[in-house]
Nanobody, 116 residues
Framework: QVQLVESGGGSVQAGGSLRLSCAAS??????????MGWYRQAPGKQRELVAR???????MYADSVKGRFTISRVNAKKMVYLQMNSLKPEDTAVYYC????????WGQGTQVTVSS
């Protein structure tokens, strides 16, 4: 069983930055061998993958955030981060952390609001 807690959301103006954090419970080894992902869901839209990082720290990004967002992880702390720069109003959403590629381990979400 893995529990995830996101933090770092908030309200910013367009062009601003935020850093989201996701803390995982459980075994450090179990955390380190699994991929982690950040997803977001805007009102009236489906949840979408924003960024993903493998156990070997290989990263991938949605086209909409490439060059602006950076995902990273610190396995010893069981933490994954999402640095978001040059934020746009269309980045407004609830952001969720997900553990692994199988199973259903999600955090509770953190709201990000970007005003123009």
């Amino acid at each position: 069983q893995v529990q995830l807690v996101e933090s770092g959301g908030g309200s910013v103006q367009a062009g601003g930055s935020l850093r989201l954090s996701c803390a995982a419970s459980g075994s450090t080894i179990f955390f380190s061998i699994n991929a982690m992902g950040w997803y977001r869901q805007a009102p009236g839209k489906q949840r979408e993958l924003v960024a993903r990082i493998t156990s070997d720290s290989v990263t991938m990004y949605a086209d909409s955030v490439k060059g602006r967002f950076t995902i990273s992880r610190v396995n010893a702390k069981k933490m994954v981060y999402l640095q978001m720069n040059s934020l746009k109003p269309e980045d407004t959403a609830v952001y969720y952390c997900k553990f692994g590629d199988t199973g259903n381990y999600w955090g509770q979400g953190t709201q990000v609001t970007v005003s123009s």
